[in-house]
């Protein structure tokens, strides 16, 4: 069964106070992992996709890292405004596009909070 | 930039009444989704459709669920005899050819009362 477990399930940091959030996924057919944040009452909000592992992508004050088991979201010197759920969600194709299986499954979020 | 729009932003029904929630992709995407969230819950799959046809659905999308795409711009889907249990946000999404990434609508929050 595909699987994809975040973790802490909720974090508070204060403001500029640097920290990382945990994906880690037991899948198959993994053809990318997504971050996404989601304020509440929204829809989920791209941040990055990871194809491969070794891969790293930067935004502002996020980086995202991805291995073979798992990935990081390290989030550096964070100010209120990141305070939001981040979603991590790995995205399964089998049977080539549009000729099979193709969807993301979610891990349930870790909600972080950053107090000035 | 373009974007994935829902209407309406939220939605009241009774049980056993039919709901359409309705959707516009990003005009040049392929692939279209349904997801739902319960509250406090993940985000869960539902449906995939491409080329006029549902190339994926979950066990959540049972009969009285169905999906369509009536005209070049609008992706709709519709819950024949709702139950309380599909109170929910209901998110579409869209992807192009070029990328994985699925961009995701505001979501329409659905009430069954």
């Known amino acids: 069964e595909d699987q994809v477990t975040q973790s802490p399930e909720a974090l508070r940091l204060q403001e500029g106070e640097s920290s990382s959030l945990n994906c880690s996924y037991t899948?198959?057919?993994?053809?990318?992992l997504f971050w996404y944040r989601q304020d509440p009452g929204k829809g989920p909000e791209f941040l990055f996709t990871?194809?491969?592992a070794g891969e790293e992508k930067e935004k502002e004050r996020l980086k995202a890292t991805l291995t073979k088991k798992e990935s990081f979201l390290h989030i550096t010197a964070p100010k209120p405004e990141d305070s939001a759920t981040y979603l991590c969600?790995?995205?399964?194709?089998?049977?080539?596009?549009?000729?099979?299986?193709?969807?993301?499954?979610f891990g349930k979020g870790t909600k972080l909070t950053v107090n000035p | 930039e373009p974007e994935v729009t829902q209407t309406p932003s939220h939605q009241v029904t009774q049980m056993g009444q039919e709901v359409i929630l309705r959707c516009v992709p990003i005009?040049?995407?392929?692939?279209f989704y349904w997801y739902r969230q319960i509250l406090g819950q993940k985000v869960e799959f539902l449906v995939s459709?491409?080329?006029?046809?549902?190339?994926?659905k979950s066990e959540i999308f049972d009969d009285q669920f169905s999906v369509e795409r009536p005209d070049g711009s609008n992706f709709t889907l519709k819950i024949r005899s709702t139950k309380l249990e599909d109170s929910a946000m209901y998110f579409c999404?869209?992807?192009?050819?070029?990328?994985?990434?699925?961009?995701f609508g505001p979501g329409t929050r659905l009430t069954v009362t």
């Open positions: 005009s040049n995407h392929l692939y």
């Open positions: 459709f491409y080329n006029n046809e549902i190339s994926e």
């Open positions: 990871l194809y491969s």
């Open positions: 999404a869209s992807l192009g050819d070029t990328t994985y990434e699925q961009y």
């Open positions: 899948v198959s057919g993994l053809r990318g």
């Open positions: 969600a790995v995205f399964l194709a089998r049977g080539g596009p549009g000729g099979g299986s193709e969807k993301l499954v």
